[in-house]
């Protein structure tokens, strides 16, 4: 995973964790969801990086790279 894409999953599952405290303040079920949301995706975003990493790791290892 690029150090980019660490950065933009980060500052995503934070955008999210801010709607979600934002909403969870102001009584808005909406804005708190939508936080969630963010970060679930975020977090599935991750997930996939880090199974991509594995498999690279993997192919490496195989092909003597």
Same mark, same amino acid.
């Given at each position: 995973m690029g150090i980019?894409?660490?950065f933009e999953?980060? +500052? =995503?599952? #934070?955008k999210g964790r801010a709607k979600e405290a934002?909403? +969870?303040a102001t009584?808005?079920?909406? #804005?708190k969801n939508e936080g969630k949301s963010d970060q679930a995706t975020s +977090?599935?975003?991750?997930? &996939? =990086?880090?199974?991509?990493?594995?498999a690279n =790791? &993997?192919?490496g290892k195989v092909t003597g790279d």
């Open positions: 980019s894409d660490k999953n980060k +500052a =995503e599952d #934070l934002t909403g +969870a009584g808005d079920d909406d #804005l +977090a599935v975003k991750q997930k &996939v =990086e880090d199974v991509k990493d594995k =790791e &993997v192919i």
